[in-house]
């Protein structure tokens, strides 16, 4: 492969190969385009890279023993950051009061993330300072933005760089090339993004900024964003039981709805206006038919066409039937989604289960049916709430918990990667190709190669090939990466 001015020049056999000024031998490595990851956050992936991971803890007391160890190591008017809390995981699922957290932290704030990044534990001193009333430790939704917002304002914009520097190394490190950086109200600020935006490619992941604000096409495009898109809640999530779902959840009610049809409608045109890209964060079938139906109202007012041209997307989309994803297809939307959501909670057991029966679990996440209808996927990982890993994406799409929504592996390789750009408005990059980015990454491969790719499924009696492991990332013909 030639590279010349961040693009392939020329593909072929080595010995037909061209003069070139450098030459870089690859001793065997696999060369396959760089991974894209289309959802995630990268202040709060920096922050869990080096802070407190609770993901493991599996009881309240563990979790209080985790806060005090960490809170020890950190200055009394320091705000302790964690992440990663999964009460469906525990046999006993009662949670930490305010007071018992403040005891652990010995006075500390405590701010600490459950999975889905939807609710939170805090201590009396970071509800006070939030205005709220400090008896209760968790927080769902409006409140949790409110604590969420003084806890991220408590970092420095010294420390802010620092934690989004960490995590684009990472990812780079893993073979993503770029990221899709999913800010806006409630999730992040202003002064967040424009950070993340300013490390785009210095070396580093290319980053393309989304601003999840209703009426913000504007200001998006402002900030330098790519959309008025990403994290633009139509509701919560099914973690804290607040996505909003046509029946009821095992423990009662209908989660949260944020954003009517008109609303959707109104933002929609706004883009299309601003000449921006329009989405939202619909995770409950009842979201996602309200912000379809807010599709149908768009392409009435605008037509079809307008709409489709866009390339509007929904982020998770993790309850939807088949008459939903028509309308996907019909409109063109890009549906930006989590395999490893199912991974961790799908199947007859785990937090969806729990959250919603059996029959709605399974019925969770049907990837491989949106693939096979024609939707338009991008893959990512929303980290921190599910790891920085690409080549585990693939496979949880490829091997999903319900087999009928299985995909292939080099199509949920292409949503990983093609899928990424083209969601970001970008159709050069994402293959290899003359004339194409020269945007890739180099593997060894101690699982082996199939057809192309790495071999990641397990065999016939359950043993799973070794993983890839990155030897080089390269983003428009520099390297950001290497061993």
């Not at 599996?58 to 190591?73: M, W």
């Not at 990221?179 to 993004?193: F, K, N, R, W």
């Not at 504007?218 to 996505?243: I, Q, R, W």
């Not at 071999?455 to 983003?475: F, H, M, Q």
Request: net charge negative.
């Amino acid at each position: 492969m030639l590279v010349r001015d961040g693009r392939i020049a020329w593909l072929g056999d080595s010995g037909d190969a061209p003069r070139a000024d450098r030459t870089v031998e690859l001793d065997n490595g696999l060369v396959t385009p760089a991974f894209v990851d289309a959802h995630q956050h990268a202040t709060d992936t920096g922050l869990a890279i080096d802070g407190l991971d609770l993901s493991a803890v599996r009881d309240r007391s563990e979790l209080l023993d985790a806060v005090a160890a960490f809170a020890s190591t950190r200055a009394p008017e320091a705000v302790v950051h964690g992440h990663g809390w999964d009460e469906s995981t525990w046999a006993d699922q009662t949670l930490p009061t305010a007071g018992e957290l403040d005891r652990a932290a010995g006075g500390r704030r405590v701010y600490l993330s459950q999975a889905s990044v939807h609710s939170a534990l805090t201590s009396p001193a970071l509800l006070a300072a939030a205005g709220l009333p400090t008896g209760e430790s968790l927080v769902k939704e409006e409140q949790h933005h409110a604590v969420r917002a003084i806890a991220l304002n408590d970092l420095t914009p010294a420390q802010r760089t620092t934690a989004q520097r960490a995590a684009l190394a990472k990812a780079a490190s893993l073979g993503i090339a770029a990221v899709h950086e999913c800010g806006g109200p409630g999730t992040s600020s202003e002064a967040d993004l424009t950070s993340v935006l300013a490390l785009s490619g210095q070396g580093l992941p290319q980053v393309f900024g989304y601003w999840g604000e209703l009426g913000g096409a504007l200001k998006a495009k402002e900030l330098g964003a790519v959309g008025a898109a990403g994290d633009l809640y139509a509701d919560g999530a099914l973690g804290s039981s607040t996505a909003h779902v046509r029946s009821e959840y095992s423990t009662g009610g209908c989660g949260e709805a944020f954003v009517s049809a008109s609303q959707a409608a109104d933002h929609l045109i706004d883009c299309i206006t601003v000449g921006v890209q329009g989405g939202f964060h619909a995770i409950g079938d009842a979201a996602i038919e309200t912000v379809l139906e807010g599709f149908a109202l768009a392409a009435k007012s605008v037509g079809v066409d307008a709409v489709r041209e866009g390339r509007h997307r929904i982020e998770h989309v993790e309850l939807i039937d088949k008459a939903m994803i028509a309308r996907m297809v019909e409109f063109g939307v890009i549906a930006s989604v989590q395999p490893v959501f199912d991974e961790l909670w799908g199947g007859p057991d785990r937090m969806y289960a729990q959250r919603l029966g059996v029959e709605r679990a399974m019925a969770s996440n049907p990837i491989g049916a949106m693939h096979a209808t024609g939707v338009q996927l991008a893959f990512g990982s929303d980290s921190p709430v599910t790891p920085l890993d690409p080549w585990a994406v693939v496979v949880a799409a490829a091997a999903p918990r319900n087999p009928v929504y299985r995909m292939n592996v080099r199509a949920a390789f292409a949503a990983s990667t093609s899928g990424g750009w083209r969601a970001a408005l970008v159709d050069d990059a994402g293959v290899l190709a003359p004339g194409k980015s020269a945007t890739f990454a180099v593997w060894d491969t101690p699982g082996g190669v199939r057809a192309g790719l790495p071999d990641l499924l397990p065999d016939v009696e359950g043993v799973a090939p070794a993983r890839p492991v990155c030897r080089r990332t390269v983003l428009h013909g520099q390297t950001i990466y290497e061993v």
